[in-house]
């Protein structure tokens, strides 16, 4: 494995992990640049926590500069599946308000729901629930 550091034309750096071999190419587009920040959900809720509704606040300004902004979300193992859909379709649309309360422009704000189909991490115990009852936020 080869670990590389690569900065951006604005300065910004980050840490690429990357596969090489002597045929391989790679190449780091900083024009689709992309950010992903984590929101958690306590179970069985859509309500932003104070404690993550103060981080997101906290990169607000990120928000406000994107282009466009993808929030998915996601529930734990517990529940039906329609159930859970609905839950990540409803944390989904609590960090979209959030935002909106702020002044960032709703209509580059794309909100999907995932339900249960895509964990975070594998298995049912207490430490896996809680990482999986999240929502993405994908700034771009």
């Not at 990482?131 to 700034?139: A, Q």
């Amino acid at each position: 494995m080869l670990e590389v550091v690569a900065t951006s034309p604005q300065g910004n750096s980050r840490v690429v992990e990357c596969f090489a071999s002597h045929d391989t190419t790679i190449v780091l587009d900083f024009q689709k640049e992309k950010t992903t920040k984590y929101v958690y959900f306590p179970s069985g809720s859509a309500k932003l926590p104070r404690p993550q509704r103060e981080t997101m606040c906290a990169v607000m300004d990120q928000y406000m500069l994107a282009k466009r902004i993808t929030i998915i979300g996601h529930t734990d193992d517990r529940g039906s599946k329609r159930y859970n859909l609905t839950l990540s379709r409803k944390r989904a649309e609590a960090a979209k308000h959030a935002m909106e309360e702020v002044g960032v422009d709703t209509e580059k704000i794309t909100i999907i729901a995932k339900g249960q189909s895509e964990p975070a991490v594998q298995g049912n115990s207490k430490e896996a629930r809680q990482k999986n009852r999240r929502v993405e936020i994908i700034v771009e």
